[in-house]
């Protein structure tokens, strides 16, 4: 990472990130906090309430809230949104906050209240998003009968299909992309053929082939490899840009354990050799070529907080940028509050080609091997709403304790550079 590269960052982030951090590092710390936002979201006491202690609010807000989440208001999304392009973001994913868990598919089903709240709280999302920012979401939120459907392999109901043409309108006309967030295994097929009903409609070549809608891939399943390979050939085939967010993968505690590779590494390898394959548009040990050799069009985000696959996907395109290749579509992301420094080494590179541009260099301003796209994941919603978000993000910091420290030592490094600027010494 450069010296300055998170020079970008407000020193009230710096310092919150340092804290939240640290408190990650620490079992006994991590363990209390993790019990206090559990008891906010499910102890029925005064005392755990957001809304009845304003102390515990205050403190939720200025700590966890801020670092992760970008708002309760629009007024507050659009503050946040707005300091991260100040910083040098090219926009932002935006989401909802609301979750349907596992859980609640045995629960009582009203769907047209689940869809009715979903399509509005979808839809105001996307209006609060900028023109070419990303808008998450889950076809699960839809609520209990939407997971059940996806379960049982089944089409959308009616009204569900609706609001998502609702939605995937919208967002087209907003000239925003939509990421639906990967299911578990056992709805996977059916997500899968949601998301694509919804691709050949509306990233269709003859609608100007944008990649309206993407979806999501976990890099840490043994059948995702074939999984693209198979959808590169039917987008291929039927003319349309296909859209791949690519993740490690989000549901370990809970899938089962031989659908996953056998080791962090195995998932390490798995996820840099498709997203290679993705970047070149050729086939490798993970990915066929579509029949015939010719690939459809693609438009790819690295969702990773990994600076070994980030800088690997980084020189790839470098070299192919070299060889005067014509370049993948592709963005990089990582979320609102974690792994700032992969985030800001690549603002600070893009920064540092501008400024050599502008000095008389040879690389060009924006050239797309110089100058990446890169997004912050952030979300929005009432503390209340956003408590299971936050808890998973406690246990995020826990299970990668080492990428943790990664970020603790960053900004422990950028407190002691800009001390030692304040005192003459920098």
């Known amino acids: ?37 559990r008891g906010m979201l499910e102890s029925k006491s005064p005392f755990f309430s957001i809304d009845r202690n304003p102390l515990l609010r205050s403190l939720l807000w200025h700590t966890f809230y801020r670092q992760f989440c970008a708002g309760e208001t629009q007024a507050q999304v659009a503050r946040v949104n707005a300091e991260l392009r100040t910083q040098g973001y090219s926009g932002v994913i935006l989401e909802y906050a609301l979750e349907v868990l596992k859980d609640a598919e045995g629960a009582q089903v009203n769907e047209e209240k689940d869809v009715g709240i979903w399509r509005r709280r979808m839809l105001e999302t996307v209006a609060m998003a900028s023109p070419g920012d990303f808008v998450g979401l889950k076809w699960s939120g839809m609520g209990p ?39 578990e295994t056992w709805s996977l097929s059916g997500f899968f053929k949601w998301t694509m009903r919804m691709r050949r ?74 997203a290679e394959s993705l970047i070149q548009r050729k086939p490798n040990s993970r990915i066929t070529a579509p029949p015939g050799g010719s690939w459809p069009k693609l438009a790819v985000v690295l969702a990773t907080h990994n600076a070994v696959s980030v800088n690997h996907a980084q020189e790839l395109r470098r070299q192919q940028f070299s060889r005067g290749e014509e370049l993948t ?39 797309t091997a110089v100058r990446e796209r890169v997004y912050k994941c952030t979300t929005w919603g009432s503390m209340s709403e956003c408590l299971n978000y936050l808890l998973r993000r406690a246990a995020e910091n826990k299970d990668a304790a080492g990428r943790t420290q990664e970020t603790r030592r960053a900004m422990r490094g950028e407190i002691g550079r800009r001390f030692r600027g304040v005192v003459g010494l920098g």
Request: hydrophobic share 40%; proline share 4%; charged share 20%.
């Open 1 to 37: 990472m450069p010296p300055a590269a998170l020079s970008c960052l407000p020193l009230s982030q710096v310092l919150r990130t340092y804290l939240i951090t640290s408190i990650s590092s620490s079992p006994i710390l991590l363990g209390a906090s993790s019990k206090i936002l």
């Open 145 to 183: 009968a939407a997971m059940r459907r996806m379960k049982e392999d089944r089409e959308p109901s009616t009204r569900m299909e609706e609001a998502m043409h609702a939605l995937c309108s919208a967002a087209r006309d907003r000239d925003i992309s939509l990421l639906p967030a990967a299911e």
């Open 201 to 274: 409609i509306y990233n269709a070549a003859e609608k100007g082939g944008k990649s309206v809608v993407y979806s999501t891939y976990q890099a840490y399943l043994k059948q995702t490899p074939a999984t693209i390979s198979r959808h590169l050939e039917i987008a291929r085939k039927e003319d349309f840009t296909l859209g791949l967010k690519l993740v490690r993968g989000a549901y370990l505690g809970s899938e089962e354990r031989s659908l996953i590779h056998p080791s962090i590494e195995a998932t390490h390898s798995a996820y840099d050799g498709i």
């Open 329 to 367: 579509q592709l963005s990089f992301a990582q979320l609102q509050g974690m792994a700032d420094e992969v985030s800001c080494t690549l603002i600070a590179a893009a920064k540092a080609a501008e400024k050599k541009a502008a000095a008389g260099g040879t690389e060009k301003v924006g050239a």
